[in-house]
């Protein structure tokens, strides 16, 4: 009997530490295992010396309150082994147009079951545009397509998203990795209500003035729904689907999971696309040290899974993911490690491993099936 109790121990001890292995490496995924329902946004604007001669982004600004002075006027954050995040990434200070940077972020992507970046895109000729080809080449190799997030560049108006999608297909719509919804582009519209309703109509409804509806510039445009209230914002835009963006949950109303069932019902009622976003965590403290009400704990992974479990239960159309890489606000999936400098002790992802996040997307892109 006790033979017999000690051959048992020794088999648990065995099989949990067999799963534990298995959960810190990455999976085996192959081609057909992505999920073209699963977008993460992806942030190409990071520069480092080596590559770009300047830092970018990794060299973030302390941003000011509105009103309280207390953290104005504090220095921006040089880079290097000191950079504007709460997290370290495994990869370093890397730079966006680094060809073997990309390739380990298509991979990881890839090993995450995702089908679909959603790059943040800011326009002709920017830093985030110049390496849209070099990212969507590496990702047709790859099977996975490419799509954008029409961010709100200066005066942006509705006439000037209609220029951007142009460029956008002139440039990029071509490309064998180029991401299409029922055929037609998906573009999502970061802060769309910045821009009216009537304007948007003009260019969304079939008989706007410069209706984009039956011409080569036809697509779904998505936008952001922030506040409680906005159904008929959205319904007289003309918009063909909604989307919720923010990693912290309950920082809006879109982006509060508890919301979820309502809006998809509401989607579904009007012809539109549900696309809520989910996101491991929150943490923006080193760029916003006023923001403590926003974060949010990655509680070893359940806040993640939590999110995912109320998107699914919504019946989206499409699941985005908050993010891949904007280590900015503390919401990435890419790999982070554990590292200590002088003035900041980095958060981590212990006691998890630091793919623990692309591997538990993998589990999850298994379970949305459309």
């Given at each position: ?32 295992d992505l999920n073209y329902n699963l977008h ?22 302390v941003l000011p309150h509105w009103s309280n ?156 729904w922030v506040h409680k209230g906005e159904e ?139």
């Open positions: 009997m006790i033979k017999h109790h000690k051959r048992l121990f020794l088999n648990i001890i065995f099989f949990l530490l067999f799963v534990s292995y298995n959960c810190d490496k990455l999976y085996t995924v192959k081609n057909n993460t946004f992806y942030y190409a604007w990071y520069g480092n010396k080596e590559i770009d001669g300047s830092q970018r982004h990794w060299d973030h600004e002075n207390t953290w104005n006027d504090l220095p921006d954050f040089p880079g290097g082994e000191d950079i504007g995040a709460n997290f370290y990434p495994k990869l370093g200070n890397y730079s966006s147009n680094d060809v073997n940077t990309i390739s380990k972020h298509i991979d990881m992507i890839k090993q995450a079951g995702i089908g679909v970046i959603t790059l943040s895109w800011w326009g002709e000729d920017t830093f985030e545009d110049k390496n849209v080809k070099l990212i969507m080449d590496i990702a047709d190799a790859q099977r996975i397509k490419v799509n954008f997030h029409i961010e709100p560049t200066k005066d942006r108006t509705a006439e000037k998203v209609v220029e951007m999608i142009k460029y956008i297909l002139d440039n990029y719509g071509n490309h064998n990795s180029f991401y299409r919804f029922n055929s037609k582009p998906l573009f999502y519209v970061y802060d769309s209500y910045h821009i009216d309703a009537k304007d948007w109509a003009k260019i969304l409804s079939a008989k706007g003035e410069k209706t984009i509806r039956g011409t080569d510039l036809d697509s779904y445009i998505i936008g952001l008929d914002y959205f319904i007289n835009g003309n918009f063909d689907g909604i989307y919720t963006y923010f990693a912290s949950n309950g920082f809006t109303y879109g982006s509060s999971s508890k919301n979820w069932d309502y809006l998809s019902k509401w989607a579904i009622k009007n012809k539109k696309l549900f696309i809520p976003c989910v996101g491991p965590g929150y943490s923006d403290s080193r760029i916003r040290p006023w923001n403590t009400q926003n974060f949010k704990s990655r509680n070893e992974g359940k806040y993640y899974d939590s999110m995912f479990e109320s998107a699914i239960a919504s019946n989206p159309n499409i699941i985005g993911i908050t993010s891949f890489n904007e280590w900015h606000e503390g919401t990435q999936i890419e790999p982070a490690i554990q590292k200590k400098i002088k003035s900041f002790d980095y958060e981590n992802y212990y006691p998890l491993d630091e793919n623990y996040y692309l591997n538990r997307t993998f589990y999850w892109s298994k379970r949305f099936i459309k």
